[in-house]
């Protein structure tokens, strides 16, 4: 892929649960993510509200990155997922779709989520504030 490809972001709610599988899996969150199991990966897109794409501007428009959140458009957004293929990371893809995001909702909506070890440093130098008071309960699969 060439360094100079440019992206192109936008709002793709009926996002294909294999475009959005080989993102997961490109990007490393495959391992963390039900990638076998598509009806759940399909239900995971219907029950995102935030589905926002990060595509090559090159034949095919592939899929570079994709965001999936769910929000109530006026007080907070959490980010589900935040997936970047590995031959677009370093390109800026990650940012652009968290600049993305925060167009979209606007200023008055916060926005969270939850980062895999290896990501924090990306959330930090975006600027996201690390939070000490985080909770959850585990799923069983």
């Not at 034949?59 to 994709?66: H, Q, S, Y």
């Not at 997936?83 to 677009?88: F, L, N, P, R």
């Not at 893809?93 to 290896?118: C, F, W, Y």
């Not at 600027?127 to 000490?132: E, I, N």
Request: aromatic fraction near 8%; charged fraction near 25%; proline fraction near 4%.
């Amino acid at each position: 892929m060439s360094e100079h490809s440019r992206i192109l972001y936008a709002s793709e709610p009926t996002l294909d649960a294999a475009e959005f599988r080989r993102v997961l899996v490109e990007s490393g969150l495959g391992e963390t993510r039900p990638v076998d199991d598509e009806p759940r990966l399909r239900a995971m897109l219907a029950g995102a509200n935030l589905v926002l794409t990060a595509r090559l501007d090159i034949e095919g428009k592939p899929l570079a990155g994709v965001i999936r959140g769910v929000t109530d458009f006026s007080w907070v957004c959490y980010i589900s997922d935040l997936a970047v293929s590995q031959t677009a990371q370093g390109l800026g893809v990650g940012k652009g779709l968290m600049d993305e995001a925060r167009r979209q909702l606007g200023p008055s909506v916060a926005v969270s989520l939850i980062s895999m070890p290896d990501a924090v440093g990306f959330y930090e130098r975006i600027g996201m504030t690390r939070m000490a008071n985080a909770f959850w309960f585990g799923r069983k699969r």
